[in-house]
């Protein structure tokens, strides 16, 4: 599900291949009501495109090239390489893992008239968060075959995307909209910017001038971003964009939502509020092209990011690609070959032509989906049998399996691929010199690609203000509703809304049952999709809690079965600015000023127990800032990793004071198939610092088995978390140990028997998933079970 939403605006620029084998049932005088649409440029429209003359002349020379094949590039031998990783996380702030990452190196020729030869020569994968190599070969086996490797050109190949794809001539809306197709002019303006003049060894100079790009309107299939180009030919010569907007996801249990039973209308509104909110959006794509023979710029190296977030899971992929080129026109001896079009590869249901109505959709669905049906049954009917079909048949008899198809849609690139059948042959290959691990920047070029996409994706490259507004964004069900002792149940609505120039606008409206106050927010936002700066003015309920998340769903249900409610609360009126970043190490800052107040508590009872008591606050008037990093180092279980969480917060008003924390995790595998994980936490305060600001140890991120309690709060603290752990598949099997002190910083040199607690633990998918049997040593000696996600180790 996760990963269907996060491709969502992949998809929209790169659609499924057709199914292989389809019989259609379509009537021949179906409604065009999907068929490509866009707007007509108009004369009032193609003036107001362009800021000045020299970008008018600019954009058409790079049109005109962009379709037009240079036919004296007959040939080139290119070494690619590919790389895809994506992250997973709890919320935005949780513990980044490493789910997936795929990497493949590939000898690709290319040669006109006949097509491209492509030479896998090593392929990798790695699941880190299963750690099972069967697994891994098996998805290897399933990933090294006809598409691994993109091909880096082929005539009317589309320049502005990463991993191949043929270029559309002319817009269509319903799809990405891209700012050189004919018809552009009615969705983005233009404006020229820098430009750099660099002379060849012959003495001949080339200049390159950029070309701001910018939409008419904030919408997830529209770019934003600076292109460059050769002045004298028209060739792009590198891109750095993104897409417009987050693009949010709809859930649906129906392939046409128009042909939807009340059912599963009814059970798709369920789903949608279990996963809201859901969005899509790709914040960054570098292309950089590289110049040879003093003529032929082809690409160097491709890069895509994006995210996607379902409730409370977020999501982060990376694309990379990079080519080197042994020759470009050199001699090239390429045989033809014949293109099998029946490949041995998963049948795939693929979408109904454009152009047909809602009847004449289901009719085509209908009748694609039982051969897509029957091929699937005697797919999976060979592998039960353990019979090998198509070009896996070849390892039989052969050290390799040859794949003949047309790549890329209706450019019907030839294209043979061969494939080591030893897989080990591809996983040991000397093309990779470091671990699947590594950053390999210097390979991709990271150092040159984030000053491109760092130049062009500023807070001004924008859609103007108040543009043609899209749909508001809402949020709600599961992400937003709670239990805890001071609300009992609570749930609410967010609205967001998109009005140009990066500006947002929301409202959030909340009602606890228990204690029926209302809670509210109004904000006023400016976003790249990687930076955000808020404003906000609210009245809401705040955790005092500086580990966890007592506000969340998750901790909800634990509060209302177990009475676990690890928190404390109190409630704050008044307003903020933040500023966030989902690049790179997470740095977050507040500068607030507010009013602080006790909340009472309200929900006394739960299913499991009583609540125990919440905090006194006291009143305070305070206006102050505070700064959180995140950062993780290592991607490896098996290897060190360091993760590391650092919060600084100074107020001054009724009460003046400072606090700092910093919390370490440290993992590592051992020897003999055990690993080990370390925590070592510590803060200080200075200053008269408020019961509300004060730390509180106990519960599942700080002492495991001792019960959070407002008498277990301080000015200070410091605790460790030892673990020893016996890593399976998926699972970890630990014994751990806990152990801290908080009191007051003037007497340290007083611990006493410090707070501790031991048990055995199991976390699932490398902590995304945890279970706790924790036994209390000191204050108090009990037994509690834990449920919860997002443990570090």
Not at 42 to 62: I, V
Not at 456 to 466: E, W
């Amino acid at each position: 599900m996760l990963f269907a939403i996060l491709a969502f605006p992949l998809l929209a620029q790169n659609p499924p291949r057709a199914a292989t084998v389809v019989r259609d049932s379509t009537p021949a005088d179906s409604a065009s009501r999907n068929a490509p649409r866009r707007l007509p440029v108009t004369a009032e429209l193609r003036a107001s495109a362009f800021h000045d003359a020299a970008a008018r002349e600019l954009f058409d020379q790079a049109r005109r090239t962009r379709i037009t094949h240079d036919s004296s590039l007959s040939s080139y031998d290119a070494k690619t390489r590919q790389r895809m990783s994506v992250w997973g996380s709890i919320g935005r702030l949780g513990f980044e893992r490493l789910v997936f990452r795929s990497e493949s190196v590939a000898r690709v020729q290319w040669k006109r008239g006949v097509g491209a030869h492509v030479e896998v020569t090593g392929a990798r994968v790695a699941i880190p968060v299963i750690g099972s190599e069967k697994l891994e070969r098996e998805a290897l086996n399933d990933a090294a075959s006809d598409e691994m490797s993109p091909i880096p050109y082929f005539p009317g190949s589309e320049t502005l995307w990463a991993g191949g794809l043929p270029a559309q001539t002319e817009v269509n809306d319903r799809d990405l909209v891209n700012p050189l197709a004919v018809g552009a002019e009615a969705y983005y303006t233009y404006r020229t910017g820098d430009s750099v003049t660099f002379r060849l060894p012959d003495g001949r100079a080339i200049r390159l001038r950029e070309l701001e790009v910018r939409p008419r309107a904030a919408k997830p299939n529209f770019a934003v971003g600076s292109l460059w180009f050769d002045t004298q030919t028209g060739q792009l010569v590198r891109a750095a964009y993104r897409l417009a907007a987050p693009a949010g996801a709809n859930i649906s249990v129906s392939e046409d939502d128009t042909t939807q039973t009340r059912a599963q209308k009814v059970l798709s509104a369920i789903m949608t509020s279990m996963l809201s909110p859901s969005e899509a959006k790709i914040s960054a794509v570098a292309i950089e092209y590289g110049l040879f023979g003093g003529r032929f710029w082809l690409p160097r190296v491709q890069f895509v990011e994006g995210s996607a977030q379902a409730s409370f899971a977020v999501v982060k992929i990376r694309y990379e690609n990079s080519f080197s080129y042994a020759s470009v026109n050199g001699p090239l001896e390429l045989s033809a070959f014949e293109v099998d079009t029946l490949l041995d590869r998963w049948p795939r249901l693929g979408r109904p032509p454009r152009g047909l109505d809602s009847t004449a959709r289901k009719h085509w669905r209908d009748s694609a989906r039982v051969v897509y049906d029957s091929a699937i049954a005697a797919r999976q009917d060979s592998i039960k049998r353990k019979l090998k079909t198509g070009s896996y048949q070849q390892c039989d008899s052969s050290a390799t399996r040859v794949v003949t198809q047309y790549r890329y849609g209706d450019a019907r690139l030839p294209v043979q691929v061969r494939v080591p059948c030893d897989l080990d042959k591809l996983i040991q290959s000397t093309d990779f010199e470091k671990s699947i691990y590594d950053p390999e920047d210097e390979v991709f070029g990271a150092s040159d690609r984030e000053r491109l996409v760092g130049e062009a994706l500023t807070m001004l490259a924008q859609a103007p203000l108040f543009s043609l507004l899209p749909p508001p964004r809402l949020q709600f069900g599961l992400s937003m509703t709670r239990y805890n002792r001071v609300e009992g149940f609570s749930t609410g609505l967010r609205i967001d809304q998109e009005i140009g120039g990066g500006y947002s606008v929301g409202a959030l409206g909340r009602f606890g049952f228990a204690d029926q106050i209302p809670n509210w927010e109004f904000s006023v936002a400016r976003s790249n999709l990687s930076k955000t700066l808020r404003l906000n003015g609210y009245q809401r309920l705040v955790s005092a809690s500086d580990w966890g998340n007592p506000l969340s769903f998750g901790s909800g249900v634990s509060a209302l079965l177990f009475g676990r409610d690890e928190g404390f609360y109190y409630r704050a009126g008044g307003a903020e600015l933040l500023w966030t970043s989902d690049r790179g190490p997470r740095l977050n800052w507040r500068a607030f000023a507010e009013r602080q107040r006790t909340a009472t508590p309200e929900a006394t009872r739960t299913v499991g127990g009583r609540f125990g008591p919440n905090i006194v606050a006291t009143g305070e008037k305070s206006a102050g800032a505070a700064i959180r990093f995140i950062h993780t180092l290592g991607m490896d279980p098996s290897s060190l990793r360091l993760f590391t969480d650092l919060r600084l917060e100074g107020a001054g008003g009724d009460s003046t004071y400072g606090r700092g924390a910093l919390d370490l995790t440290l993992s590592r595998e051992l020897a003999a198939k055990f690993a080990a994980g370390l925590t070592v936490a510590g803060g200080t305060s200075v200053g008269g610092i408020p019961t509300q600001r004060r730390w509180f140890l106990g519960g599942t991120q700080t002492i495991r088995g001792q019960t959070p309690d407002t008498a277990q709060s301080g000015n200070a603290f410091w605790f460790g978390r030892l673990e020893l752990a016996r890593p399976m598949p998926g699972v970890r099997a630990s014994l751990f140990g806990d152990i801290g002190w908080i009191g007051d910083r003037t007497k340290t040199n007083a611990i006493g028997r410090p707070l501790s607690g031991v048990g055995i633990g199991l976390s699932g998918f490398d902590g995304l998933i945890r279970l706790d049997v924790a036994r209390g040593l000191y204050p108090r000696k009990q037994t509690r079970v834990n449920l919860y996600l997002d443990a570090r180790f």
